[in-house]
């Protein structure tokens, strides 16, 4: 049981380039969620999809764009990367639409953007 | 706003030697509380969850304790594989997402 996967795990881009990160999960989970994680600021949430065909905006969503491809993919695009997106983006689960149960993590993709 | 102290940023520790992590939080209307633990280079691995106040939950050599303003990580006689950053988190006020503090850094030498 695979649970949540990222790909890819490592990525440099030049300034001005775009990539999609890709997240899928296999758990039958309702909601789905991109967070960044940079050093002394904790977990920051970029987007959330609280189920199939919707997504909304969390804290930080400025710069990226998402995807709900379908129940078990969701996918973060950088259209213009910029050094600040530079950091660790972690996909998660959850099986509720009103989160009260817990989330699941990927392993990270690491990206710097230089 | 929603928001989430934990404290303090880092702690050493010594193999045996016990401790508490603290995790003080405000947000209306407590909808769950998370706690994550987070090695080097993996994403976090959930711990527990707490629901209401005077709820505890144990794990090990973990147990976590929930009040209405804060909630406590325990670490009894912790061994050097203990060693990790532990992130609390909470349910936002909408529901929808967590919001996470900025971890404790856990070191515990032989």
């Known amino acids: 049981n695979a649970g949540v996967t990222q790909t890819p795990k490592f990525q440099v881009l030049k300034t001005g380039q775009s990539m999609t990160l890709q997240c899928a999960q296999d758990m039958n989970h309702n909601s789905m969620y991109w967070y960044r994680q940079d050093p002394g600021m904790g977990l920051r949430l970029i987007y959330y999809?609280?189920?199939?065909?919707?997504?909304d905006k969390g804290e930080v969503p400025n710069g990226y764009n998402v995807s709900r491809l379908n129940k078990r993919e969701f996918s973060l695009r950088l259209e213009s990367a910029a050094p600040s997106q530079t950091s660790v983006y972690f996909c998660?689960?959850?099986?509720?639409?009103?989160?009260?149960?817990?989330?699941?993590f990927g392993q990270g993709t690491r990206l710097t953007v230089v | 706003e929603d928001q989430v102290t934990q404290s303090p940023e880092a702690l050493r520790l010594q193999e045996g030697e016990s401790s508490s992590l603290n995790c003080s939080y405000t947000v209306s209307g407590l909808r769950g509380l998370f706690w994550y633990r987070q090695d080097p280079g993996k994403g976090p691995e959930f711990l527990f969850t707490?629901?209401?106040a005077g709820e505890e939950k144990e794990k090990e050599r973990l147990k976590a304790t929930l009040t209405k303003k804060e909630s406590f990580l325990h670490i009894t006689a912790p061994k050097p594989e203990d060693s990790a950053t532990y992130l609390c988190?909470?349910?936002?006020?909408?529901?929808?997402?967590?919001?996470f503090g900025k971890g404790t850094t856990l070191s515990v030498s032989s």
């Open positions: 988190a909470v349910i936002n006020q909408a529901g929808t997402a967590l919001i």
């Open positions: 707490l629901y209401s």
């Open positions: 998660a689960s959850s099986a509720r639409q009103k989160l009260n149960t817990e989330a699941f």
């Open positions: 999809s609280a189920s199939e065909g919707t997504t």
